[in-house]
């Protein structure tokens, strides 16, 4: 039985703070990067031998998923040595030869460095040679390396091979030096039935019959590349393209499904004008791909020439996507399409400059969605994303976003919102400090400087420097290597009529009472400020404290205007009055800044919660969705932490008070376009009026959802996953089963994910055991298979249900779901916990510590337990206190 949170307010913070000291790594000070070089450039293999060139021959069974293989490869010797260590997992090496046999290899591998090394009788001479390699490896069931998927179709389940190889899996598929630095060529020739369609990284050069049913396709070889870039999808496949000023441009699918990649293909093609214009370097290969994969991995791999996505994230279907599913498809096809540079062409030296990659790629993506399709406001819409790292990048357990990386189970911790997000709102503040055509000639002529090379942040930053005429290192460096957020205290005075503005740094901190406090930073920060409604002030770069006019005196004094800098603001009581006053005039971004703010510091015990809930009567039923959008996550944040407490009916209470005015003011069946705001805003209403017990938003599903059973067009698109999910999380065993129905008989990935979610929501703890038992079975696909477990335990709330079921089946779950089940899925699902008891349960999973990477997840992990519990014990009961005083 799960221990009430407000038994543990005093002693969880206490008794955690010491485990987390114990897991987790910090880097005490960071010393100023170099510039690329191969040889000071991390990394666990030895440098004295270098790979040119792949020749690689596979011969994959879809039946019994053994992978035969025959590699040679064209290698530099350093330096004479008798023996030679690259990387392989899980392969079986026949033999290992050099220079057409004239020397034969002892084998040895290390299963934990994940290597191989070969020993030669006699030392290599220094220069060139051949190195030739028989092995086997395996095709997974889970999605890294190469691995199969099996898909309904009309006529039964088929099978297909792709490949998911970051940051480090290559070395599953082939021997290989698997490092981002050890780029080479690759020459891949399959051996496959005839009647399926491989799809690599370059264009095919040949094809022709072998014996049997076979067919031999080889591959043009790659530019020089990084190994985790290579990509082999083989199936029953079609594909549809258009060429793109001399770049053919595919969309390839499983058969039947090629029409739904129209709008992919288009947005393909005018993305790749666009970045060969704002890079200033074409996209250097004949052929880029977008490979629409029904299973194995959840999102996208940007493989050059050959990116692999999630079929859902890239197929629309207009009779079962909304219509606003092309903002997400856009800007996943944005962010891949733009590693094609930054990732592809230029590639991090190693993984603790793996932020080169994903932020560039996320900022490049929203600028990209805003040049096309301004009137999605990709840049405010998408807020989320930077106040997601920004509550992360608050807490103990944060990272810089430069940041040591031991090995590849560290590289694959490094796939976070610290990365992506933080890197994209520091890019995002740096072009707007340097000036947008400033950055993108630095941009241009880091590109042109690293092409088919790697590069590290300080190369960047001297691009940047040497185009933009500003000395910016200063600045980066204070938010790239270092963690934490910097806190804006903004205080105003009058001095007769005229007013002053006094801005002072400190350091922004998420974490449990007791907790002891942490270091303090400082930070060279652009800040833009000026009057809520009127023309700025110059911005100042703020490296400590300043003191400026600020206009008269009462007048309102916004800091973060426009909301493009990485920081946290915090108003002194007179100029906090006189924004609130001036709120409906603010432009709507500022308005989000300052209740996203307002919230961040009650999070962090800044501030009082009814200072935030008294701002929420400020806002009006008519604003942004994006501000909305804000004030459902609080209250989603209040809900999931009210669990089992007695606070939790008054939450739920004035969280319907509060949004049911808005859906009540857009209803259930807009006018508008269906792509618009209002029908995004409308769908996360229903969603959450649903999950906060709202009896007439669940009387109205359940009526649609059964209209929809008799005649699928009676409901609309766009609310077909808010509607779903609501029946789901409010399903008896009838309904429960009616959902199974309709995700069995759909071969489209997008409607078997909306009734398999929907049917894991069921709040009732015998469909929750239903659920978890489907897990084991191989009706669900692979991919989705931890998604259910978590939702059993978060919009299904039965948590202890579905860890009993982890542990309880963990062997069984692990050898499906691969090393990331273990090392990743775990510390995440615990979260679903606020209390001490499960937080030294995760401490002690001994499975979870047996990697550096699962530490350092199990570390976030348990300080997120920690930090959700003294929330839930510092806000729920004065929250609660509030609302009864103010009902409204």
Same mark, same amino acid.
């Given at each position: 039985?799960?221990?009430?949170?407000?038994?543990?307010?005093?002693?969880?913070?206490?008794?955690?703070?010491?485990?987390?000291?114990?897991?987790?790594?910090?880097?005490?000070?960071?010393?100023?990067?170099?510039?690329?070089?191969?040889?000071?450039?991390?990394?666990?293999?030895?440098?004295?031998?270098?790979?040119?060139?792949?020749?690689?021959?596979?011969?994959?069974?879809?039946?019994?998923?053994?992978?035969?293989?025959?590699?040679?490869?064209?290698?530099?010797?350093?330096?004479?040595?008798?023996?030679?260590?690259?990387?392989?997992?899980?392969?079986?090496?026949?033999?290992?030869?050099?220079?057409?046999?004239?020397?034969?290899?002892?084998?040895?591998?290390?299963?934990?460095?994940?290597?191989?090394?070969?020993?030669?009788?006699?030392?290599?001479?220094?220069?060139?040679?051949?190195?030739?390699?028989?092995?086997?490896?395996?095709?997974?069931?889970?999605?890294?390396?190469?691995?199969?998927?099996?898909?309904?179709?009309?006529?039964?389940?088929?099978?297909?091979?792709?490949?998911?190889?970051?940051?480090?899996?290559?070395?599953?598929?082939?021997?290989?030096?698997?490092?981002?630095?050890?780029?080479?060529?690759?020459?891949?020739?399959?051996?496959?039935?005839?009647?399926?369609?491989?799809?690599?990284?370059?264009?095919?050069?040949?094809?022709?019959?072998?014996?049997?049913?076979?067919?031999?396709?080889?591959?043009?070889?790659?530019?020089?590349?990084?190994?985790?870039?290579?990509?082999?999808?083989?199936?029953?496949?079609?594909?549809?393209?258009?060429?793109?000023?001399?770049?053919?441009?595919?969309?390839?699918?499983?058969?039947?499904?090629?029409?739904?990649?129209?709008?992919?293909?288009?947005?393909?093609?005018?993305?790749?004008?666009?970045?060969?214009?704002?890079?200033?370097?074409?996209?250097?290969?004949?052929?880029?791909?977008?490979?629409?994969?029904?299973?194995?991995?959840?999102?996208?791999?940007?493989?050059?020439?050959?990116?692999?996505?999630?079929?859902?994230?890239?197929?629309?279907?207009?009779?079962?996507?909304?219509?606003?599913?092309?903002?997400?498809?856009?800007?996943?096809?944005?962010?891949?399409?733009?590693?094609?540079?930054?990732?592809?062409?230029?590639?991090?030296?190693?993984?603790?400059?793996?932020?080169?990659?994903?932020?560039?790629?996320?900022?490049?993506?929203?600028?990209?969605?805003?040049?096309?399709?301004?009137?999605?406001?990709?840049?405010?819409?998408?807020?989320?994303?930077?106040?997601?790292?920004?509550?992360?990048?608050?807490?103990?357990?944060?990272?810089?976003?430069?940041?040591?990386?031991?090995?590849?189970?560290?590289?694959?911790?490094?796939?976070?919102?610290?990365?992506?997000?933080?890197?994209?709102?520091?890019?995002?503040?740096?072009?707007?400090?340097?000036?947008?055509?400033?950055?993108?000639?630095?941009?241009?002529?880091?590109?042109?400087?690293?092409?088919?090379?790697?590069?590290?942040?300080?190369?960047?930053?001297?691009?940047?420097?040497?185009?933009?005429?500003?000395?910016?290192?200063?600045?980066?460096?204070?938010?790239?290597?270092?963690?934490?957020?910097?806190?804006?205290?903004?205080?105003?005075?009058?001095?007769?009529?005229?007013?002053?503005?006094?801005?002072?740094?400190?350091?922004?901190?998420?974490?449990?009472?007791?907790?002891?406090?942490?270091?303090?930073?400082?930070?060279?920060?652009?800040?833009?400020?000026?009057?809520?409604?009127?023309?700025?002030?110059?911005?100042?770069?703020?490296?400590?404290?300043?003191?400026?006019?600020?206009?008269?005196?009462?007048?309102?004094?916004?800091?973060?205007?426009?909301?493009?800098?990485?920081?946290?603001?915090?108003?002194?009581?007179?100029?906090?009055?006189?924004?609130?006053?001036?709120?409906?005039?603010?432009?709507?971004?500022?308005?989000?800044?300052?209740?996203?703010?307002?919230?961040?510091?009650?999070? %962090?015990?800044?501030?009082?919660?009814?200072? *935030?809930? +008294?701002?929420?009567? &400020?806002? /009006? !039923?008519?604003?942004? #969705? @994006?501000?909305?959008?804000?004030?459902?996550?609080?209250?989603?944040?209040?809900?999931?932490?009210?669990?089992?407490?007695?606070?939790?009916?008054?939450?739920?209470?004035?969280?319907?008070?509060?949004?049911?005015?808005?859906?009540?003011?857009?209803?259930?069946?807009?006018?508008?376009?269906?792509?618009?705001?209002?029908?995004?805003?409308?769908?996360?209403?229903?969603?959450?009026?649903?999950?906060?017990?709202?009896?007439?938003?669940?009387?109205?599903?359940?009526?649609?959802?059964?209209?929809?059973?008799?005649?699928?067009?009676?409901?609309?698109?766009?609310?077909?996953?808010?509607?779903?999910?609501?029946?789901?999380?409010?399903?008896?065993?009838?309904?429960?089963?009616?959902?199974?129905?309709?995700?069995?008989?759909?071969? %489209?990935?997008?409607?078997?994910?909306?009734? *398999?979610? +929907?049917?894991?929501? &069921?709040? /009732? !703890?015998?469909?929750? #055991? @239903?659920?978890?038992?489907?897990?084991?079975?191989?009706?669900?696909?692979?991919?989705?298979?931890?998604?259910?477990?978590?939702?059993?335990?978060?919009?299904?709330?039965?948590?202890?249900?579905?860890?009993?079921?982890?542990?309880?089946?963990?062997?069984?779950?692990?050898?499906?779901?691969?090393?990331?089940?273990?090392?990743?899925?775990?510390?995440?699902?615990?979260?679903?916990?606020?209390?001490?008891?499960?937080?030294?349960?995760?401490?002690?999973?001994?499975?979870?510590?047996?990697?550096?990477?699962?530490?350092?997840?199990?570390?976030?992990?348990?300080?997120?337990?920690?930090?959700?519990?003294?929330?839930?014990?510092?806000?729920?009961?004065?929250?609660?206190?509030?609302?009864?005083?103010?009902?409204?």
């Amino acid at each position: 039985m799960n221990k009430p949170a407000s038994d543990v307010r005093v002693a969880l913070p206490r008794r955690l703070a010491t485990a987390i000291c114990l897991l987790l790594v910090t880097v005490v000070g960071a010393q100023a990067e170099q510039t690329f070089s191969f040889d000071s450039t991390p990394g666990k293999l030895p440098k004295t031998v270098v790979p040119l060139n792949y020749a690689i021959e596979l011969t994959p069974d879809f039946t019994s998923l053994a992978l035969p293989g025959i590699e040679t490869v064209d290698i530099e010797v350093r330096e004479a040595t008798a023996q030679l260590t690259l990387n392989a997992v899980n392969t079986t090496f026949a033999e290992a030869t050099i220079d057409d046999g004239a020397q034969r290899a002892e084998v040895s591998t290390d299963a934990t460095t994940q290597t191989a090394t070969l020993t030669f009788a006699k030392p290599l001479a220094a220069g060139r040679q051949k190195l030739r390699i028989a092995f086997t490896a395996q095709i997974n069931k889970f999605g890294t390396g190469l691995f199969s998927v099996d898909y309904p179709t009309p006529s039964g389940i088929k099978r297909l091979i792709s490949s998911k190889l970051e940051p480090a899996d290559a070395r599953r598929i082939f021997p290989c030096w698997d490092e981002p630095s050890f780029k080479a060529s690759f020459a891949l020739t399959v051996v496959i039935p005839r009647n399926l369609l491989a799809i690599g990284n370059m264009p095919i050069a040949s094809e022709e019959p072998v014996a049997g049913d076979l067919k031999k396709v080889a591959f043009a070889p790659t530019p020089k590349m990084s190994s985790y870039l290579f990509v082999l999808t083989v199936g029953e496949l079609e594909r549809v393209t258009a060429d793109a000023g001399g770049v053919t441009v595919g969309v390839v699918t499983t058969a039947g499904k090629s029409g739904q990649g129209r709008f992919a293909l288009d947005s393909a093609v005018k993305l790749l004008a666009y970045y060969n214009d704002y890079f200033g370097v074409k996209y250097p290969l004949p052929k880029l791909d977008l490979i629409a994969v029904p299973g194995g991995f959840g999102g996208a791999m940007e493989n050059w020439g050959g990116i692999t996505f999630f079929e859902s994230r890239l197929l629309f279907d207009p009779a079962t996507n909304a219509e606003t599913a092309r903002r997400g498809i856009f800007a996943i096809i944005a962010h891949e399409m733009a590693h094609m540079w930054f990732g592809d062409l230029v590639t991090m030296a190693w993984w603790d400059n793996l932020w080169l990659n994903e932020g560039f790629a996320s900022w490049m993506a929203t600028k990209a969605s805003e040049q096309f399709y301004p009137q999605w406001q990709s840049w405010l819409n998408g807020y989320g994303a930077k106040q997601f790292a920004m509550t992360l990048d608050a807490r103990r357990t944060s990272h810089p976003v430069q940041q040591p990386i031991a090995d590849h189970s560290e590289a694959v911790t490094a796939f976070d919102a610290i990365t992506y997000n933080k890197g994209q709102a520091l890019i995002r503040m740096l072009e707007t400090y340097l000036g947008e055509q400033a950055f993108r000639d630095g941009i241009r002529k880091y590109m042109a400087a690293h092409a088919y090379s790697n590069s590290t942040t300080a190369d960047l930053w001297q691009a940047l420097e040497t185009s933009g005429g500003k000395t910016i290192t200063g600045i980066a460096a204070s938010f790239t290597e270092q963690d934490g957020v910097p806190l804006v205290v903004a205080e105003t005075s009058c001095d007769g009529t005229a007013q002053r503005l006094t801005l002072r740094q400190d350091r922004f901190v998420i974490a449990p009472a007791n907790d002891p406090p942490l270091p303090a930073h400082g930070w060279q920060i652009p800040v833009a400020t000026g009057p809520a409604h009127g023309k700025p002030f110059d911005e100042i770069l703020l490296k400590g404290s300043a003191d400026m006019p600020a206009g008269a005196c009462g007048d309102a004094i916004k800091v973060n205007l426009g909301d493009v800098g990485y920081y946290r603001v915090e108003y002194g009581l007179k100029n906090r009055a006189a924004l609130l006053n001036a709120f409906p005039q603010m432009q709507v971004i500022d308005r989000l800044n300052v209740v996203t703010d307002s919230w961040a510091l009650v999070q %962090a015990g800044r501030a009082e919660p009814p200072s *935030y809930l +008294a701002l929420l009567d &400020a806002l /009006d !039923a008519g604003d942004h #969705r @994006a501000v909305w959008d804000q004030v459902i996550s609080t209250f989603a944040t209040l809900n999931r932490l009210s669990r089992d407490r007695s606070e939790r009916p008054v939450i739920q209470a004035y969280a319907r008070a509060k949004l049911r005015p808005v859906l009540d003011r857009i209803g259930w069946d807009g006018r508008g376009p269906a792509d618009d705001d209002t029908a995004l805003l409308r769908a996360s209403l229903i969603s959450a009026l649903g999950d906060f017990g709202d009896a007439a938003v669940v009387a109205e599903a359940k009526r649609r959802f059964a209209a929809f059973l008799d005649d699928p067009s009676s409901l609309p698109t766009t609310l077909r996953d808010a509607v779903t999910h609501v029946v789901g999380i409010t399903a008896d065993r009838a309904t429960y089963d009616r959902l199974l129905t309709l995700a069995r008989s759909s071969t %489209a990935t997008n409607e078997r994910l909306r009734y *398999y979610y +929907a049917a894991a929501s &069921a709040r /009732d !703890a015998e469909l929750a #055991r @239903a659920t978890l038992a489907l897990t084991l079975t191989n009706e669900l696909p692979d991919t989705i298979v931890t998604g259910m477990i978590s939702t059993v335990a978060s919009a299904g709330e039965q948590p202890q249900l579905a860890w009993d079921f982890v542990q309880a089946n963990f062997d069984t779950l692990l050898a499906r779901q691969g090393p990331n089940f273990r090392d990743q899925f775990v510390p995440n699902f615990m979260t679903n916990f606020t209390d001490e008891a499960h937080a030294a349960q995760l401490a002690a999973f001994a499975p979870s510590q047996s990697t550096s990477g699962g530490r350092v997840m199990v570390a976030r992990s348990v300080q997120a337990i920690a930090i959700s519990a003294d929330l839930a014990a510092r806000v729920l009961p004065a929250a609660d206190a509030w609302i009864r005083a103010h009902k409204p």
